[in-house]
């Protein structure tokens, strides 16, 4: 197991900022982690409260010491984790329960006690107005750490008490090597899951772990290559089928993603090269004659409202019959 920041992968300034805060104990009391779903905001906020408490003098975290074995296993006092029970918000009386009247509270066995709010962007405006007290007011070892999918969901009052840390995207070659060490995916199938990963480590996660990629893709292919065109009784039966398949249904949405950027990308610039699915270039040329670019950003805006729908447990097959109509229909 990696130690210190090492296991964070590329991110070489966000790794600069951590180390400097942790061993020069000038730590902020409240930082907001931003990046895009799947970017690892939360592994990142994890082994920085990790490091905060760690028991080691040079490598922090160790990995080893008593306090980052609490924290592995998920019974450090002093790290808290914001949990709520509605998918899409963060309630006023969650935020008050779990962070704003537990920050009086003492740390129970470290210097500081750290708040990690995962989906900070789902706080509602009163949750907001709640935290910002404390934010304002903070004790002096209480550490909050924000974690955001969209920075415009909170509070300009919010924002600008907080440091900022961006996650950033990683270079293909950065997920490519990801890809081959820690998940030992053949390098041939890790050039082409990384394209599709689009600089996300998450979603270069759950493309590996699908399983069957290279099925999903075909499929996926024969699929887009006839989606204007496909009668009622094809177009169910695929939907059918990416819905039974609970684990890899993102990939499916992922494929089709960067499908149809590629088209965009060639209707606006008619350069083969700059495209992933360059073999099906055929296939992208016709589809970007046939649909306008309104036409195709509403597919793509479609697709990232189904994914947020699946992630709510809304029913996949509805999400999927709606999501190829859209697809149909531009």
């Known amino acids: 197991m990696e130690k210190g920041f090492n296991s964070i992968i590329g991110r070489a300034e966000v790794k600069k900022q951590l180390e400097a805060a942790v061993f020069t104990d000038r730590l902020a009391n409240s930082y907001i982690i931003s990046g895009e ?28 010491c008593r306090s980052c074995r609490m924290a592995l296993s ?10 709520h029970e509605k ?16 920050v009086d509270i003492r740390p129970y066995c470290s210097k500081r006690k750290i708040y990690i709010v995962p989906d900070a962007s ?18 002096e070892y209480c550490v909050i750490l924000l974690l955001s999918d969209n920075d415009d969901a909170l509070l300009p009052t919010i924002r600008s008490r907080c440091v900022r ?30 394209a599709f990963a689009q600089g996300n480590i998450g979603t270069a996660r759950n493309i590996a772990n699908a399983g069957d990629f290279q099925e999903k893709l075909q499929s996926s292919i024969i699929f887009l290559r006839n989606s204007r065109d496909m ?28 499908w149809f950027r590629d088209v965009l990308y060639f209707k606006a610039s008619n350069d083969p090269e700059g495209l992933v699915f360059r073999n099906e270039i055929k296939s992208i040329r016709q589809r970007a004659q046939k649909s ?29 019959e709606l999501l190829f109509l859209r697809i149909g229909e531009n």
Do not use: W
């Open 87 to 102: 998918p899409g918000s963060i309630g006023v009386d969650e935020v008050r329960k779990q962070l704003v009247e537990d």
């Open 37 to 64: 779903p799947g970017s690892g905001k939360k592994y990142i906020a994890k082994l920085f409260a990790m490091a905060v408490h760690c028991e080691h003098s040079e490598i922090r975290p160790c990995m080893e």
């Open 292 to 320: 306008s670019y309104e036409g195709l950003m509403t597919i793509i805006d479609s697709l990232e409202t189904a994914e947020n729908r699946l992630r709510a447990n809304v029913n996949p097959e509805l999400v999927l």
């Open 165 to 194: 840390i961006s996650t950033g995207l990683l270079s293909d070659e950065e997920i490519r090597e990801y890809l081959i060490t820690e998940m030992l995916v053949p390098d041939y199938e890790a050039r082409l899951e990384a």
């Open 74 to 83: 998920g019974n450090h006092p002093d790290i808290i984790y914001i949990t």
């Open 122 to 139: 789902k706080m509602t405006v009163q949750a907001q107005n709640a935290l910002l007290k404390t934010l304002e007011q903070p004790p």
């Open 231 to 258: 009668d009622a009784i094809s177009r169910i039966d695929f939907d059918k089928k990416i819905a039974a398949d609970k684990q890899g249904i993102f990939a499916y949405l992922q494929i089709f993603r960067v």
